[in-house]
Each structure stands twice: as C-alpha cells, then as structure tokens.
Nanobody, 125 residues
C-alpha cells in the first residue's frame, strides 16, 4: 500500500515557475514508477510526465517537453515536478500516481495503482 500526498500548487503568473512535490509512504517506493497527470475542469485527465522507479528514465507529454522536469529522491520517498515557463493552458489539478506493475513508465492512468488527492495550479495571463 502506498499513500501519495501532493503539494506545491498555487497561483503563478504566465512565464513563472512552480515545483510540485509528491510525498509517498511505503518502504519499497523505489519499485514504483511514478507519473504526474493533470485535469482541467470539464476535461479528461491528461498525462504530463513519468519516471521509472530507479529514476534512470523519464517520459514527457509533448505539451510540456522542455519546460517541465520530473525527478525523484527515493531516500526521501518523494517525486518532484519542476514546472517552468508556465502557460495559462497548464492550469489544472495536478495528480501524482504510482504503479508497481509498470515496466519503466506509463502514460496511461489505468496502469497506476495509487493516486494522490491532487494540487491546484492556476496560471494567470
């Protein structure tokens, strides 16, 4: 069982930066792939970025490539999403998710077993 808690969301102007954190419980966190997803009002939950358990590989959605960076610190049981050059279209509730049966990483929500409660990101133009 893994529990995930996101933090770091807030209001930022376009062009600004935020760093989201995902704190995880569990002693085998490094065996879980972790993904970040986002959901804007009235829209589906979209993939943002993912990282392998060992942090040796990452995957990004085209819309955030070059602006966002995912990382993890398994000694702290934490995963981070550094978001730079934010745009109004990045506004959404951001969720982190963990999956133990994922090979490397996944962009499909259904492959993740555990989800956090989400953190709101608002970007003003």
């Amino acid at each position: 069982q893994v529990q995930l808690v996101e933090s770091g969301g807030g209001l930022v102007q376009a062009g600004g930066s935020l760093r989201l954190s995902c704190a995880a419980s569990g002693r085998t966190f490094d065996s879980y792939a972790v993904g970040w997803f986002r959901q804007a009002p009235g829209k589906e939950r979209d993939f943002v970025a993912a990282i392998t358990g060992s942090a040796d590989s990452t995957l990004y959605a085209d819309s955030v490539k070059g602006r966002f960076s995912i990382s993890r610190d398994n000694t702290e049981n934490a995963v981070y999403l550094q978001m730079n050059s934010l745009k109004p279209e990045d506004a959404a509730v951001y969720y982190c998710a963990a999956g133990s049966k994922i090979t490397n990483w996944s962009l499909f929500p259904y492959e993740y077993d555990y989800w956090g409660q989400g953190t709101q990101v608002t970007v003003s133009s």
